[in-house]
């Protein structure tokens, strides 16, 4: 956990485990609404984050609290203690109300002390674990209470109560109110004249409050309490109430008692807040991992108990870090807003939809007999997830993945049945995305554990003949000849089989092992084109993917360079495809690679576009050769005329600026028709060819030339 600062200089918490800049903002901004003093601790003791309340309360600035650990925030005799109990709090965090444990005083800027209560609330970050503490300075009170000890020997008595700013009510024996003081009547609306003979139970909300003249001397211990006191207008107040018994000088005997009582609404509010905080997702209000936890405990102990059905469904946004990087975060926020509001609309009241954190939302579905009715309500509620959000004015299309686990053959705790239903999510994704895939104990058992993928996959990378590549033609759609291949990623694992790129790509790019398979197939295509190049006798491209992670590493250019030198590969005949979220990025650093590979004489080219809702004209800032239309506008041409109209204005667009723009995932006679006739460049699909090894891609090559014939020209297609 580290702290930085924001755009306005205030220190920003810097979230562990995926959280984004925004969630750690909107966590800062939670506790400067708190009205009582707050800060968070990590596991060690260091304060991470605290609000302005902390500040006035300590007397030292921001900047030097989140340097200090707690110990220094109380006195120096206190500090061995405290550090013991911390310790022993840590092993078993709990909430712990104020007014609960031992008293403290907190430690000034200036040295001076001041008494302070605290209250304690365990909360976890991702996967680290937080104290949050609310603390109150108690001078006030004390002060109160250190003087009411000496009124029943003070002749001031009466001026004393008058000015106290707390509600003091007398009473005798039997609880009959003898006197109140003016804080009452603003406390509670009644006139002293309208309490005095009124018992003291007069004045409490609801039963068990202790008031009867028989609880009394129970009561009457000097400690506080929290009860509910009821105001003139029938509206309750939550206060905090010291009972004290008055004790006669002359002889010890107790003669009556005294109700001390102070609004307590802010700190009331305060634990609300942070009891919301530790079981509630900040950004979309949805209960979070904890939360859904205990929920899902419950859920299966109740199942068993009835022999009923839990279903649980893992969502996983599709393409959101795609939202991210080319809208913003905030985008992202706003799109993960509304797919919250859409899944609270369509579970039911007895369903629960959580947070898991980052993309990821969960709903438990409870309270069903037969796996039909699972099914039912299952694909009910995945038809209508899928569907377009606004944000910043855009219609943004939002699609998500869904693994599916069902209590008791998927698993007989909430911890087994979220990983099977993230297998089952991941399954999904592999598919195609937008899919929604049952848990099955083949899918344990064939691998598709993220986990055991990764450790495959690293493996491989440090292997000789589990990786190859494979290369996919790309034609020129107005001759129907060969001009390229792009260069795909295959893995043949001894263990797993055959693994789909749809599979291991995902993985690579989560685990951090996409830079390197990457580099794997940078060296291997170059190596190849050379090759292609001289057995076909044709100035064939080689288009190569890179992606964000690969084109941020300082060595990467180096890295191309030593593939070109030791391939002999003329730079000219590579296509670097890059995505729309690396442009987005728009820094210098972005700027100065794509210039420096220009300068090189290497063709750049933006893959997938259509779908990183960027602009024609923001591209215009980069040395762009091409764009590839994304595959899912030209799957649906026939079936949308939005997107055939999307397609349209990119390649309008595009062939005024200059560049060349190719079809990914062409697959039918009638979408070669289609963009051939609108002038579309080069097309690259099932329709010309899969991805072959090297040995098979002259063999094929040959198949193709033979089968060759222009499309039908643009201006016929037009008429």
Request: hydrophobic residues 45%; glycine residues 8%.
């Amino acid at each position: 956990m580290v702290v930085q600062a924001d755009g306005d200089g205030a220190p920003a918490i810097g979230m562990p485990s995926g959280a984004s800049e925004q969630e750690a903002q909107r966590l800062r901004l939670i506790l400067e609404a708190a009205p009582s003093a707050m800060l968070m601790v990590d596991r060690s003791g260091h304060v991470v984050l605290i609000n302005a309340q902390a500040e006035q309360l300590f007397g030292i600035g921001r900047a030097r609290l989140l340097e200090m650990e707690v110990e220094d925030l109380i006195p120096r005799r206190s500090r061995a203690a405290h550090h013991t109990y911390r310790s022993r709090y840590l092993a078993r965090p709990a909430a712990r109300p104020m007014g609960a444990g031992r008293d403290l005083y907190g430690l000034r800027g200036d040295g001076t002390e001041v008494p302070i209560e605290i209250g304690l609330n365990p909360i976890t970050i991702g996967e680290e674990s937080f104290v949050l503490a609310s603390v109150i300075d108690i001078s006030e009170r004390l002060a109160t209470q250190a003087a009411l000890e000496s009124v029943g020997r003070d002749s001031l008595r009466r001026s004393i109560l008058a000015s106290m700013p707390c509600s003091v009510v007398a009473t005798d024996l039997e609880g009959r109110i003898l006197a109140a003081n003016p804080a009452t009547e603003v406390l509670l609306g009644y006139p002293e004249a309208e309490l005095v003979g009124q018992p003291l139970g007069r004045l409490y909300s609801g039963p068990g409050h202790g008031g009867r003249a028989a609880d009394l001397p129970a009561v009457a211990t000097g400690e506080e309490r929290e009860v509910d006191y009821r105001r003139r207008d029938g509206s309750t107040v939550a206060v905090g109430e010291v009972i004290s018994p008055v004790i006669d000088d002359d002889g010890g005997v107790v003669t009556g008692y005294l109700a001390v009582a102070f609004d307590i609404t802010k700190r009331v509010e305060a634990r609300a807040r942070v009891a919301y905080l530790a079981s509630h997702d900040s950004l979309t209000g949805l209960p979070n991992r904890a939360t859904l936890t205990r929920h899902l405990e419950e859920a299966i102990r109740e199942a068993e108990r009835k022999q009923e059905l839990v279903a649980l469904l893992l969502l996983d946004v599709d393409h959101f870090k795609r939202v991210n990087d080319s809208l913003g975060h905030h985008a992202g926020d706003r799109l993960l807003l509304g797919l919250a509001d859409r899944l609270r609309h369509t579970a039911q009241d007895r369903d629960l939809v959580a947070r898991l954190g980052g993309d990821e939302f969960v709903v438990v579905i409870c309270g069903l007999t037969r796996i039909d009715e699972v099914t039912a309500r299952v694909d009910r509620l995945a038809a209508a997830l899928p569907g377009s959000v606004t944000v910043d004015n855009r219609e943004v299309l939002a699609t998500a993945s869904i693994g599916c686990a069902v209590y008791p053959d998927h698993g007989r705790s909430p911890a087994h049945m979220l990983k099977h239903a993230d297998i089952a999510m991941y399954r999904a994704k592999a598919a195609g995305r937008n899919n929604l895939r049952w848990y099955d104990e083949s899918m344990g058992a064939d691998g598709s554990d993220k986990l055991v993928l990764s450790t495959a996959l690293q493996q491989a990378l440090d292997r000789e003949g589990e990786l190859s590549v494979a290369y996919q033609p790309q034609v020129d759609l107005a001759t129907g000849t060969l001009v390229g291949f792009e260069a795909l990623a295959r893995w043949s694992s001894p263990a797993l089989g055959v693994v789909p790129p749809d599979r291991f790509i995902p993985v690579a790019e989560d685990s951090g092992l996409i830079a390197h398979l990457g580099a794997h197939v940078l060296r291997q295509a170059c190596r190849d084109a050379v090759t292609l190049r001289e057995e076909l006798d044709l100035p064939l491209r080689m288009a190569v993917n890179v992606s964000p992670r690969q084109f941020a590493r300082s060595t990467w250019l180096d890295e191309l360079d030593a593939a070109l030198a030791d391939s002999g590969l003329d730079p000219a005949a590579l296509e670097l495809e890059i995505t729309e979220g690396t442009l987005m990025d728009d820094d210098n650093d972005v700027r100065l690679v794509l210039h420096e590979l220009k300068s090189i004489g290497t063709r750049i080219v933006v893959d997938d576009f259509g779908q990183g809702y960027s602009s024609l004209a923001y591209l215009t800032r980069f040395p762009v050769d091409k764009l590839k239309i994304d595959r899912e506008f030209v799957r649906r041409i026939a079936a949308t005329h939005a997107d055939a109209a999307v397609i349209d204005a990119i390649l309008a667009m595009s062939h005024a600026l200059g560049m060349r723009v190719a079809a990914e995932g062409v697959e039918t006679r009638e979408q070669v028709d289609y963009l051939s006739a609108r002038g579309c460049d080069e097309a690259q699909g099932f329709y010309y060819g899969e991805g072959v090894p090297l040995p098979e891609v002259a063999r094929h090559a040959h198949l193709l030339a033979a089968s060759a014939h222009p499309s039908p020209s643009r201006a016929e297609g037009l008429m």
